[in-house]
């Protein structure tokens, strides 16, 4: 956990130093909400580890490409709940990407072990 | 061993302790007994100085599961090796099973090869046919179309059937496919009207035997193991004198009773899982190489007519 902990501390300074605003949100969260006249492309990576999406649950600017990189050594897969996108199975190291263009909440889940959930803030 | 659970926690019928002995039989292998629902076990060693004459029945098939053929982790790079030695371990039963079941999980990612490779290795299998039942592994992508072409000929909707042997009546049940965010495995509602019409017609003294690739009992649903609509079919079969469930995807050897029902989970021919709550998630366990036969193997069970009496014996590659 401190590890992971560690890691968001430094994806954040880093999105810090690219001119990004981070702001804290919820204990499972992380933030990427962009100030204003930031690039188009922004990218933020979730990863599977140990059947977990992480981070868990994140808030995104509209405009994000959240890419999913799976790191366990058993399949999982990345479908919203309202059919809003789904992934192929991914096996060790394959990525999924989807850009979110409008707000809202996005809720997924892994199709193969379902009580992997999680979800996409974008505002 | 072989002392029923009594104590009850949490309605599963399993306690902590009950339910670390049942853990402690993974890869040891294990002999049961159902005589008139009741239970006895006894661990392989004991079964070595056994009347070998009441371990043999009218009818012996043997069940594997779990080939994750394709699945090529550290936690074991030769699943074909290990599948290998499975039938060698068929192969060298003093009675040859009437027929193998594989309840799921044959590939690793539902590639054609994978499955081409495993229909190619269970070819040497000594036995008369082999029924299978999907795991979540073999309906990725394609919602099982391939898996129902290949192995699903004479089914109904995903997959599920049954089929009489020697008197007992055998179910195959599919409970991996359409899962709901946050869920268990699921038969869903066509299913589940087709198995109450399916025994509707059954004598009460008609043993059953029930498989399907997630446990029909509520196993660790913290790691999704149990099926959401399970008890809804176990209700069909509740009139039944003896009903035996097999399952795998636990990918370790776990039982139970409750009332008329037996549950068994077997071992993985391909790579072993953790016991409940006792790691991260329930990802392949990597063991020194030369642990891992003994966490890998098969179910042989044998019945005997007119005795109700239903013989488990798990053994692995070790042993």
Redesign the interface.
């Known amino acids: 956990m401190k590890t992971a902990i560690s890691k968001l501390i430094v994806a954040t300074a880093m999105l810090g130093a690219l001119g990004w605003i981070s702001a804290s949100n919820a204990r499972f969260g992380v933030s990427a909400a962009s100030a204003q006249g930031a690039a188009k492309s922004q990218e933020v990576v979730v990863k599977i580890d140990n059947f977990s999406y992480m981070p868990h649950d994140i808030t995104v600017a509209a405009g994000t490409t959240v890419i999913w990189v799976n790191n366990d050594d058993i399949p999982h897969t990345v479908v919203s709940t309202t059919d809003a996108f789904k992934s192929k199975a991914l096996d060790t190291d394959d990525k999924f990407s989807f850009k979110f263009d409008k707000p809202g909440t996005y809720e997924y889940f892994c199709s193969i072990h379902p009580k992997m959930t999680a979800k996409v803030i974008v505002q | 061993m072989g002392k029923i659970i009594r104590e009850n926690l949490n309605n599963d019928g399993v306690d902590r302790r009950g339910f670390l002995k049942c853990m402690a039989w993974a890869g040891t292998g294990t002999l049961c007994l159902v005589q008139g629902g009741v239970l006895k076990s006894f661990a392989l060693s004991e079964v070595a100085n056994m009347d070998q004459s009441k371990l043999k029945g009218d009818l012996s098939f043997v069940q594997i599961s779990d080939s994750h053929i394709g699945?090529d982790?550290?936690?074991n790079p030769d699943v074909t090796a290990t599948l290998r030695e499975a039938i060698a371990k068929i192969n060298g039963l003093g009675q040859p099973p009437a027929f193998v079941l594989h309840t799921g999980d044959l590939s690793?990612?539902?590639k054609a090869s994978e499955f081409d490779t495993l229909d190619q290795t269970l070819k040497s299998i000594h036995t008369e046919k082999i029924f299978y039942v999907p795991g979540?592994?073999d309906v990725?992508?394609d919602n099982g179309e391939q898996y129902r072409e290949r192995y699903g000929k004479g089914s109904l909707g995903d997959g599920w059937y049954s089929f009489d042997q020697k008197g007992v009546h055998f179910i195959g049940l599919v409970n991996v496919m359409n899962?709901?965010?946050?869920?268990?495995g699921s038969l869903g509602k066509e299913q589940l009207e087709w198995l109450e019409h399916d025994v509707k017609t059954l004598k009460s003294s008609t043993p059953i035997v029930v498989f399907a690739h997630i446990p029909l009992w509520s196993v660790y649903?913290?790691?999704?193991w149990g099926t959401d609509d399970s008890a809804q079919a176990l209700s069909y079969l509740k009139r039944f004198g003896t009903v035996s469930v097999l399952n795998g995807h636990i990918h370790q050897v776990m039982q139970k009773v409750e009332g008329n029902v037996t549950f068994h989970t077997a071992m993985s021919t391909a790579f072993p899982q953790p016991q409940p709550g006792t790691a991260?998630?329930?990802?392949?366990m990597k063991v020194p190489a030369d642990k891992l036969g003994g966490l890998l193997g098969l179910t042989n069970v044998n019945f005997v007519r007119g005795k109700h009496t239903l013989a488990v014996v798990d053994s692995t590659l070790q042993g």
């Open positions: 699945f982790k550290a936690a690793h990612l539902s979540e592994h990725l992508n899962l709901k965010a946050g869920g268990l649903p913290e790691w999704g991260p998630s329930p990802g392949p």
